[in-house]
């Protein structure tokens, strides 16, 4: 029997009885790390990193969580589990297990190129490797995480000297902090929506260092931060809250930001190329690192991106999963 | 070629036109003059002659970016441009350029005469010295299609205000047979111009929808009301021995309508009607399926000039004997409109959109009720007194549309949208039950909010029954009642009906699939309506 096999509750290891990222409640799940459809709430058990440990406590409340450090090995019944750093967002992994000699990765969501907040990715060898897909497409190629910087920067700047309200859009877990090592302090106060300063809170507590922001609540009188940068979910952007604020540009932060259709519909006035996802030849230079054999593709363009593994000669095959579901697709 | 692609991108990024204006502006003041007149050619539908055939781009971007032509097709229709995908695929340039807008195109006029393979290196080179924005651009030459959120109209009045003249002027010179390897600045922009006066339209008045009954308008002898005809709102003008047909967008259309020209034969010197360009048959109006054959046709074929005549229903006069009567109250403009009318020959290519009578509101809702078999969309509603106004005003001229058919059908295919919708499923095909099969009849791709799309979206990627290409078939079970204006029968159609401006009403997840509309409820509104 294969050390991991698909089942309708998700990916699950036979011989540690064990899932990983199931999306339906079973006794023992691994994560690999936060985001809600990896990390879905009703497991019996949860293993995740030490460092995602604190943002899901937060999120799933009250669950019997275990934890591992990066590279420490785990017995699990029959299999040999660890966690290798994926470089999506703090504290996500790569889940390596082993069983009788036959190694498996399950990826989760990863990007190779190192963000300066989360543990930059490591390759793992393996046999098979289980991969997303979410840019799987030649089309994407991220720009230089400075370049990207400088643009965010510059457009704030501009607002700031118009006597307007920037307010950038992202996902509040991982791409808002990722933003916030970005900005420039300099140009102006940066203020959040509740929703991004709540995982602000938890990571500043685990020792992650982030520069200073202003919970932007209900008491907040936006005349008192002129020149400041909002950083809110995508969903806050334009609604009675953010009104208040005045005059204002959006932008938005997203690897779908590359693409000019989904930018002019989405983005408002700008849109940043900036994405916690690989890019294609991210995926491609991480798969061929793991030195696989057999590829499953999970979450994205999976149809298209197997079929081009398989004509590059891997042994590839589609993965329907429950994975890449609801608002990190528009955020990735 | 940075400055037009910072234009571009300005342009590109706001959907304000105070800011694209002042950056067309800003551009006008300060590129070269060759620059110049390519962008304005650019914007305004021209493009130096296809230089290479897309089958060969395709071709030539799939092997420089080292991926597989099918790769390549089927990223194609997901980034919705063809221009963009060949920018996003190729690896980043290793040398850069800086030359201007002109010279690239220079360049692509000079391809034609070389070899192939020597245009091949000409291209790739290219490539291999433009950021992505400007190789979107540089393809976006060859292949043409600039639909960069630029009209005419934002260009014209971006023009006006760098050169300090008025946008009809402008407008006007922008029409016609220039070319823009050829003519200079001077020539097209600035040189003394007397047909400019004679050819200036009046700003057209456009009138609100009213949302219900029209009782509160008061008492109905106050009233005039005509049809709202389905054409084409146009303007004639015949001063100093010529004519202009000029349509609500302010685009110029006199070549495109040329049996108007006639009309010099009848109307005197100083004259502007207000009217409806529409497609005559016999005694009426032909259907908008008649006229939408003439639309963006600069030559018309002798065949559909007969096919299709076109003609001006007049309903308003602007000018008369040179003298400007927009003051002046409906009425008494109706009464000359209506004397020049009745002494046209018949043949002429102006008429008179009539009136309707009628002494109580309630009688005209009923009356309005056949505005179907009129070939109109509804009433127009205009207070008797009114001046001519301009541009969109409330209280004087009212539409009374017809309220649209509407149809509940089952999604039985999903399609991602293009460009702006590429992650989206937002193109569907809908069915009607004949028996206990569903007939395909239409497609629609608008009509709901980005949040439902999303959600759409998330159903349509787990209910998936079959993929064709960027096509999914999906389990039958949404109901979706789809509006539309017009229905016709159509021997291309598995159902044997099109409709006209289908759009998603309102998703029916009160109504179980079953539920749905039938064909034998198609044909019944077929043989009414068709
Ligand atoms: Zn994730
Ligand atoms: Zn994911």
């Given at each position: 029997?294969?050390?991991?096999?698909?089942?309708?509750?998700?990916?699950?290891?036979?011989?540690?009885?064990?899932?990983?990222?199931?999306?339906?409640?079973?006794?023992?799940?691994?994560?690999?790390?936060?985001?809600?459809?990896?990390?879905?709430?009703?497991?019996?058990?949860?293993?995740?990193?030490?460092i995602a440990a604190p943002v899901m406590r937060h999120r799933l409340g009250e669950i019997a969580l275990d934890t591992a450090a990066y590279g420490e090995v785990r017995q699990i019944g029959g299999a040999r589990v660890s966690f290798h750093p994926a470089g999506h967002v703090p504290g996500s992994a790569q889940i390596r297990v082993e069983v009788a000699g036959e190694v498996w990765v399950a990826s989760g969501d990863y990007k190779i190129v190192d963000d300066g907040l989360s543990t930059p990715f490591e390759p793992v060898k393996c046999h098979h490797f289980i991969t997303e897909s979410t840019f799987g497409l030649p089309v994407f190629r991220w720009p230089d995480q400075a370049e990207v910087a400088r643009q965010i920067n510059d457009w704030w700047a501009q607002c700031a000297a118009a006597g307007k309200v920037a307010f950038l859009g992202c996902y509040a877990l991982g791409k808002a902090q990722r933003l916030l090592t970005m900005l420039?302090?300099?140009?102006?106060?940066?203020?959040?929506?509740?929703?991004?300063?709540?995982?602000?809170?938890?990571?500043r507590t685990q020792g992650i260092d982030l520069p200073e922001t202003v919970l932007a609540n209900a008491d907040l009188n936006p005349k008192d931060h002129p020149g400041a940068l909002v950083l809110a979910p995508p969903s806050a952007l334009g609604s009675a809250?953010?009104?208040?604020?005045?005059?204002?540009?959006?932008?938005?932060?997203?690897?779908?930001?590359a693409l000019r259709g989904i930018r002019r519909r989405r983005a408002g006035d700008r849109g940043f190329v900036i994405s916690d996802h690989a890019d294609w030849p991210g995926l491609l230079s991480a798969i061929?690192?793991?030195?696989?054999?057999?590829?499953?593709?999970?979450?994205?363009?999976?149809?298209?991106?197997?079929?081009y593994l398989t004509e590059q000669g891997w042994n590839a095959q589609v993965l329907k999963t429950e994975f890449g579901t609801d608002t990190e697709e528009d955020a990735a | 070629m940075k400055r037009f692609a910072g234009l571009f991108n300005a342009i590109d990024q706001s959907t304000k036109t105070t800011v694209k204006v002042a950056a067309l502006a800003e551009y006008f003041h300060e590129a070269t003059e060759q620059d110049r007149i390519w962008t304005i050619a650019i914007f305004s539908g021209r493009r130096p002659k296809r230089a290479v055939t897309t089958t060969r781009l395709r071709e030539?971007?799939?092997?420089?970016?080292?991926?597989?032509?099918?790769?390549?097709?089927?990223?194609?229709?997901?980034?919705?441009?063809?221009?963009?995908?060949i920018a996003l695929v190729l690896p980043p340039a290793e040398t850069v350029s800086d030359h201007g807008l002109s010279y690239w195109i220079d360049m692509l006029r000079a391809l034609p005469q070389v070899e192939e393979d020597a245009r091949k290196q000409a291209v790739l080179d290219a490539w291999n010295s433009l950021d992505p924005t400007q190789r979107f651009l540089f393809n976006k030459l060859i292949t043409g299609g600039f639909r960069i959120g630029v009209s005419q109209k934002l260009m014209t009045r971006a023009l006006a205000r760098a050169t300090g003249r008025d946008e009809p002027e402008m407008a006007h010179r922008l029409m016609g047979d220039w070319d823009p390897a050829q003519v200079t600045w001077q020539a097209l922009i600035e040189a003394e111009?007397?047909?400019?006066?004679?050819?200036?339209?009046?700003?057209?008045?456009?009138?609100?929808?009213?949302?219900?009954?029209?009782?509160?308008?008061?008492?109905?002898?106050?009233?005039?009301?005509?049809?709202?005809?389905?054409?084409?709102?146009?303007?004639?003008?015949?001063?100093?021995?010529?004519?202009?047909?000029?349509?609500?967008?302010?685009?110029?259309?006199?070549?495109?309508?040329?049996?108007?020209?006639?009309?010099?034969?009848?109307?005197?010197?100083?004259?502007?009607?207000?009217?409806?360009?529409?497609?005559?048959?016999?005694?009426?109006?032909q259907n908008f399926n008649a006229l939408q054959k003439r639309i963006g046709r600069k030559t018309v074929p002798r065949k559909l000039l007969q096919e299709a005549p076109v003609i001006l229903y007049a309903y308003d006069l602007l000018e008369w004997q040179g003298e400007d009567l927009r003051h002046n109250p409906l009425a008494d403009r109706r009464a000359i409109l209506e004397d020049l009318c009745m002494g046209l020959p018949p043949d002429a290519p102006v008429k008179l959109s009539p009136t309707i009578d009628f002494d109580s509101w309630v009688a005209l809702a009923d009356i309005r009720t056949a505005a179907r078999e009129a070939q109109a969309e509804g009433l127009m509603l205009k207070r008797k007194i009114s001046p001519y106004l301009t541009g969109r005003k409330k209280g004087d001229w009212w539409k009374w549309k017809l309220d649209p058919l509407t149809i509940d059908a089952v999604m039985i295919y999903a399609q991602s949208g293009h460009g702006r919708r590429a992650n989206l499923f937002t193109d569907f095909t809908f069915a009607v039950w004949n028996g206990n099969d569903l007939v395909p009849f239409t497609k629609a791709y608008s009509g709901l909010t980005d949040a439902e799309f999303r959600q759409i979206t998330a159903w349509v990627k787990k209910n998936t029954l079959e993929r064709f290409g960027p096509v999914r078939s999906v389990t039958p079970h949404h109901v979706f009642e789809i509006a539309f204006e017009g229905i016709q029968a159509s021997p291309r159609h598995k159902s044997g009906v099109a409709l006209r401006f289908p759009r998603m009403a309102r998703w029916r997840q009160?109504?179980?699939?079953?539920?749905?509309n039938s064909l034998a409820d198609l044909n019944e509104m077929l043989e009414i309506y068709g």
């Open positions: 029997m294969s050390a991991l096999t698909f089942t309708p509750s998700g990916i699950y290891c036979p011989a540690g009885d064990f899932y990983i990222d199931p999306w339906r409640p079973v006794s023992r799940a691994l994560i690999t790390h936060g985001h809600a459809d990896h990390a879905r709430s009703g497991m019996g058990a949860y293993l995740a990193t030490d420039d302090p300099a140009i102006g106060p940066i203020l959040t929506h509740a929703a991004i300063e709540h995982t602000n809170r938890i990571m809250w953010a009104r208040k604020f005045g005059v204002q540009e959006t932008g938005f932060a997203s690897g779908w930001m061929s690192e793991t030195g696989a054999e057999n590829i499953y593709v999970t979450h994205g363009y999976t149809d298209i991106f197997a079929r | 030539w971007a799939a092997e420089v970016a080292g991926i597989p032509l099918w790769l390549f097709e089927d990223a194609y229709p997901i980034v919705g441009d063809l221009a963009e995908t111009d007397p047909a400019a006066n004679a050819s200036r339209p009046y700003p057209f008045y456009l009138a609100y929808a009213l949302d219900a009954a029209p009782d509160d308008l008061g008492p109905p002898v106050a009233w005039q009301a005509e049809w709202k005809w389905d054409g084409i709102r146009g303007q004639l003008i015949v001063r100093a021995g010529e004519h202009y047909v000029w349509s609500r967008g302010e685009e110029l259309m006199t070549d495109r309508f040329p049996e108007l020209a006639r009309a010099r034969d009848f109307i005197p010197d100083g004259t502007v009607l207000d009217g409806e360009l529409l497609a005559w048959g016999d005694m009426a109006p009160d109504k179980p699939v079953q539920e749905a």
